[in-house]
């Protein structure tokens, strides 16, 4: 937890405990006091709050740029196709990978890598409802033995997305432990609850603008009728807009809400034509980018 998170909770605590003590008003007292605990609580529960641990939450795009996400694999029947569609599309994505599945798939972590994608860790066994509760030791294991799966399938890993971006209050020790970024997202496309592909194209589209941090899911927990077929669609719609799906580079991360640009840079503009779009144009320079190449800002066209 950050210090001004922990001040302002205690600060809140105290008062309350004073409110009621030292003045006898004690509705407003256990009020304030109840306050305390639940501001650190909705720190925990928004992906997007900063409270607990810096979260990376969009980047400076140089052009039309996103960051895709794909959390919840590796998945032998979807991971393969979703490498199909990418490659594509010429498309970079960043696979949130859970360590217990990427144990039993370690050729698959091999595959993602040497298609010139980049993976993080999104936990050993993805505990959805109650890592928030976790104690240290339960934070570190969970952290600790993805990571050790990753590396032994010969992945770097420097990424950390908590499972629904909900975090816990030690991890912000373990990620400095294990060396990583915990990463959140712009739009989340709902992929992982919708059954409707056109809704998840369509909350995408309203939503994306450079510098946007797209989340999407892999694997049997996703609908039929998205499972795939939604990214499909919403990287033709991307391409569509002229947007390129790239890995930024750590020095480009922005932390908290607002600072990404308005969607008005969603327009066309006269900047467009030296945007290099998703197309067939740009196999060339995706296959000559390292493996786990980031976008250096400035240079367009090199994801
Ligand atoms: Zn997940």
């Not at 199909?84 to 370690?106: C, V, Y």
Request: positive net charge.
């Amino acid at each position: 937890m950050k210090r001004y998170l922990a001040l302002q909770s205690c600060s809140l605590k105290l008062t309350g405990l004073w409110l009621m003590l030292g003045t006898h008003w004690l509705v407003p007292g256990i009020l304030v006091f109840i306050a305390g605990g639940a501001l650190v609580i909705v720190h925990m529960l928004l992906p997007r709050a900063q409270g607990l641990c810096d979260v990376v939450t969009g980047f400076h795009a140089d052009g039309k740029a996103v960051w895709l996400t794909i959390d919840d694999g590796p998945d032998p029947e979807d991971t393969p196709k979703i490498l199909d569609l990418l490659e594509a599309s010429r498309a970079r994505a960043t696979f949130f990978l859970i360590g217990s599945r990427a144990r039993r798939h370690p050729e698959l972590v091999r595959r993602i890598l040497e298609r010139g994608h980049s993976v993080g860790s999104h936990t050993e066994t993805h505990p959805l409802w109650n890592f928030w509760l976790a104690g240290p030791g339960r934070v570190r294991r969970e952290l600790g033995d993805s990571v050790k799966a990753l590396k032994q399938a010969g992945a770097e890993v420097r990424y950390f997305r908590s499972p629904v971006g909900i975090k816990s209050l030690f991890l912000k020790g373990c990620l400095r432990e294990f060396g990583l970024r915990c990463v959140a997202w712009t739009i989340r496309s709902g992929d992982g609850f919708s059954g409707n592909r056109q809704a998840v194209v369509g909350r995408v589209l309203r939503q994306v603008r450079p510098g946007a941090i797209i989340l999407m899911h892999e694997g049997p927990h996703v609908a039929g009728p998205v499972r795939v077929k939604a990214l499909a669609d919403v990287l033709e719609a991307l391409a569509g807009r002229g947007y390129r799906c790239v890995l930024p580079s750590p020095d480009t991360f922005l932390y908290g809400s607002g600072r990404l640009p308005s969607r008005r840079a969603d327009q066309p503009d006269p900047g467009d034509e030296a945007v290099i779009p998703v197309g067939p144009a740009n196999i060339a320079e995706q296959r000559i980018a390292p493996a786990q190449g980031e976008v250096q800002p400035g240079i367009a066209g090199d994801n």
